[in-house]
Structure formats: C-alpha cells, structure tokens
C-alpha cells in the first residue's frame, strides 16, 4: 500500500477509522513503524531529549532536525512523515518560517511540517506557511517550546476558561489553514470538545480517547526512555530492561574470556593458508 495523502487522513476520519501516529528519529525505528502499518510518523522536537540527551527541546537546531528528518525518510520512504519546527525556527517572522518549512521538504522530503501555538502570531505562520504550499499541522495544550509560559510540563485546559481558550485556539489554527491538530496533555472532554468542532483530523497525545488518532513518543510506549513517564503512556515493552540486560550479559562474556568463541564466532582459513601463514611468519624473523 503506498503512503497515505491528507485526502486518506480525511477519508479516515469520514469513515470512523483511528489515525495511528508515533514519533521515530532514526532510520531503524522508522523502518520497524513502518513494517508495523503505523499511518503517520512525527519526527518531533523531542529528539532533544529521546537521542541527544539534553533536559528539554530547546537547544534542538534546525540542522539537528533535518538529519534525524532524513534518516527516518530513509527508513520510512512509504509513510506519512512530519517534520517538527524546533525553538526558534518560525518565531521571528513569517519569512523565517517559510524558509525554515522549505528546507524540512526540500532537504529531508517530509511530508508536512508541525509547529507550536494557538495565538494570532502562530495563526500567521501557519498561513504563510500554508500559502508557501507547505503541509502544516498545529499543536496545542501541553507545548513544550511554551514551558516557560505554561510553568513547565503540566496538563493544560483543567479550568473551564482554560479549556473554552484551547477550543477557541484550535479554531483559529484550524482557519489559519492547518490540514490537522495534535492536542497534548489536556482532559477528555477537552479533546473531546476540540474533536467535535473540527473540520480537519485531530490527533491527541494524552488528549483522551475521542482525537480522530493517538500520538505517542516511541521511547515512552517501548521502555527505552526512562527519565520520566507520562501519565498518559501505555508500555508496549521493556526495551530499556532487554538492552540492559544484553549489555550486562555481554560484559560478562567479554571479562571471562566466552566471547568470542574460536570458530563459533571467528573466521577460518584453510589447512593450507594456515601453513604457508606460519612459514611466512618464520622468515620475518
């Protein structure tokens, strides 16, 4: 089956048919999602934290994104991929945005790009990016790039006022002309609410059951990333706990002398080879 268009996303959502979304930064994860039958991949930000090892995504750079971009294409050539727009790389103007959108198609073939917030300044980018002929796909609620605003990661729209401020921004993101939303880190009946006012798909990520389609950090759902959980993640695995112990039992085999094993795991030569070798040998000395 060949990748899936925005026009299948909205077929999906017309027939009642869940979007299936994960993250993936490198080329072998998103060959395992896509042997999987996963409908669409984000290559976020989060990258910064998941493969780079710093404590939030800010220092993530555009060049950081493009590379992990191309080598999830790499890995997926048949998926629906989604670059993420890291800090900094649309705030300063539309302009910068356009530009910055352009090299995620042009460098990395991804198929759309995603960036963060609901206010009239993020509508604008998503309009210029938009008319650019570019794919964009909002995010709001739990924003990461916001942090300093919102007073770290914390679930959004838990007040009335708050919740009626994410439906209204999904409007206004919706209008900018975004072909779908991903809503984070909001109550049920926020999702809900956003949902069912919605003319495009929208994807939840700890956002409830009701989104057209969920949305979950690889490293979350499989154990490898172990820093902290959300409480919105389900575990598929253990991976972190299978790569340990692999890495343990390894060492082990390394410091008593069982690993390699002669002729198990080494190469051979003929009878022949050997003894024309060791003659060799006698005559360097």
Known sequence: MGKKTIHDFNQMV???????????????????????????????DSLGMVSLGYD???????????????????????TFIVGDMPYMSYQASDEQAIANAGRF?????????????????????IKAIQQAGILVMGHIGLTPQFMGQLGGYKAQGRTGQAALSL???AKLVEEAGAFSILVEGVPSAVGKAITERANIPILGIGAGPYTHGQLL???????????????????????????????KEYAQDVREGKFPVDGEHTYKMKEEEVKEFLALLEKEK
């Open 167 to 169: 439906v209204q921004q």
């Open 217 to 247: 950090i690889y490293a979350d759902m499989v154990g490898f990333y172990d820093n902290f959980t959300p409480k919105f993640v389900k575990k598929y695995a253990n991976v972190g706990e299978v790569l340990t112990n692999a890495f």
């Open 56 to 78: 939030t995504t800010f220092p993530v750079t555009m060049d950081d994104m493009i590379r992990h971009c191309q080598a999830v294409r790499r890995g997926a050539p048949n």
């Open 105 to 125: 198609v042009k460098e990395a073939l991804v198929d759309a790009i995603k960036l963060e917030g609901g206010g009239p300044m993020i509508a604008s980018r």
């Open 14 to 44: 017309a027939n009642g048919e869940k979007i299936v979304y994960l993250t993936a930064y490198d080329y072998l994860t998103a060959k395992m999602q896509e042997k999987a039958g996963v409908d669409m991949i984000l290559v976020g």
